[in-house]
């Protein structure tokens, strides 16, 4: 059902027609290079920041054009689109405004409200009851995405932003735009999304060499990354890349250990696995030879890797890669450590990988033995109950990667299930039937 013309907030993105991100990937790597192109840099950022006044305002149509509106300047593909766009798309009531303020400030200060509208919904139900501990009023749209919990941490999406606005201001403070002040935990879910989109409302107009810019520029990705915009990300990324380069000194490596992991995220989640996996294999070299191996640069790096080899299909070279890590790092940073915890989540998930278990069900039924696939499922199982234990003390239960390690957890009491192994698993306990079918396995020898 088409939305009531007062509600439609940016009719460019409402339409499915697929962002142009292989093009900007295409025009716009070369900041991953070590060339120093002042010139490359300032067109990748104009080029990326550009999130509406280059599409058509009715389909989305990506392309250069002079048939413009002649009062605010909106672009269209067509005499058609425009007529359109007056008539249903909401452009009449909006055409004074845009020509006042901009396209681009126009559409981020409508997408900003209405992000703050559906994380205000995704809330409501946690925060009934709560007030806000900025302005300590307790009117709706109260939000929390952190880790507090009680009667902590809630308050009004605007109070939020004015707060960060304001340590902005009097220290240069930046981080209250995507952490707590309370609790200190990260935002996340529709809070963080809407914060992304309220910071990028506040600076997007500041000149590229301002930090405030680079600070929009770089939460605005974080929080397109998390809504699942990954075209939106990866064009973001490369601003902020760009910004970093061209106006506070970056280097190639400073590059390599904060934004090539997020850009390599993006490039797999849109399809291009091959281009994720060679970044992630430059980047873990080039941390490994500046910082060392024990570094939780080269660390976190070396677990990008094994991620990206894992949705290549190349689960064995992961899961090798994996065993060689996690005791560095539990040596390095402890065994009860998020780090050392995330390292061995990507391993079960390895462990756990579909196509893996059907491969060595197939091959079983050509004469081969389940007895390693089912030992190292038992592991997964262990592996992934720590995980969701670790997490839900330190992060809290509500928390996105509590969530995916509980969902870890589940599929590996399916695949428990479905060899046969959940009476012995009640019976011993997960470590339990590790050590049994290690023990079997060892009694039954070769064959």
């Not at 405030?212 to 605005?220: E, G, Q």
């Amino acid at each position: 059902m088409e939305r009531p013309k007062e509600d439609m907030p940016y009719t460019p993105f409402e339409n499915k027609v697929q962002e142009p991100w292989r093009e900007l990937w295409a025009a716009h790597k070369v900041v991953l290079d070590a060339a120093h192109d002042e010139a490359a840099f300032k067109r990748c950022v104009k080029d990326c920041l550009r999130l509406v006044s280059t599409r058509c305002a009715m389909c989305a149509t990506s392309m250069a054009t002079s048939l413009r509106c002649a009062n605010c300047k909106t672009i269209y593909c067509s005499k058609k689109c425009q007529a359109a766009h007056w008539k249903r798309g909401g452009h009449k009531a909006r055409c004074r405004e845009i020509a006042r303020v901009g396209a681009e400030q126009d559409y981020a200060g409508r997408r900003a409200a209405d992000e703050a509208a559906k994380a205000a919904r995704a809330c409501e139900e946690d925060c009934e009851g709560l007030r806000c501990f900025v302005c300590l009023g307790d009117e709706a749209g109260l939000v929390r995405g952190c880790g507090c919990r009680g009667a902590a941490g809630a308050a009004h999406l605007r109070c939020l932003a004015k707060f960060a606005k304001i340590k902005v201001e009097e220290d240069g403070r930046q981080e209250f735009w995507y952490d707590c002040r309370v609790c200190g935990q990260s935002y996340h879910g529709p809070v963080q999304i809407a914060m992304a989109w309220e910071v990028w409302r506040e600076y997007r107009g500041r000149p590229d060499g301002d930090r405030c810019k680079a600070l929009a520029v770089n939460t605005l990705a974080q929080g397109a990354f998390a809504a699942g915009d990954f075209a939106l990300a990866l064009r973001c990324f490369l601003a902020h890349i760009a910004i970093g380069r061209l106006y506070f000194g970056d280097r190639v490596l400073d590059c390599a250990v904060k934004h090539f992991p997020e850009v390599s995220g993006c490039l797999q989640a849109l399809g291009e696995r091959a281009a994720a996996l060679a970044l992630d294999q430059l980047t873990l070299t080039c941390c490994t030879v500046a910082f060392g191996p024990e570094d939780i640069r080269a660390l976190l790096c070396a677990r990008n890797v094994a991620v990206s080899l894992s949705r290549h299909g190349e689960h064995h070279g992961a899961i090798a890669l994996l065993r060689e890590k996690i005791p560095v790092c539990a040596r390095a940073f402890g065994d009860d450590h998020e780090t050392t915890m995330t390292f061995r989540s990507v391993l079960c998930k390895a462990l756990l990988a579909g196509d893996r278990i059907a491969a060595a069900v197939k091959a079983d039924a050509r004469g081969g033995r389940l007895g390693d696939l089912v030992l190292e499922i038992a592991e997964a199982a262990v592996l992934a109950e720590r995980a969701v234990a670790f997490s839900t003390r330190f992060y809290g239960v509500a928390h996105p990667t509590t969530t995916n390690r509980r969902q870890d957890l589940a599929v590996a009491r399916q695949e428990i299930e479905k060899f046969g192994m959940k009476e012995k698993l009640a019976e011993l306990g997960a470590e339990g039937l590790r050590a049994r079918l290690r023990a079997e396995i060892d009694a039954a020898g070769p064959g």
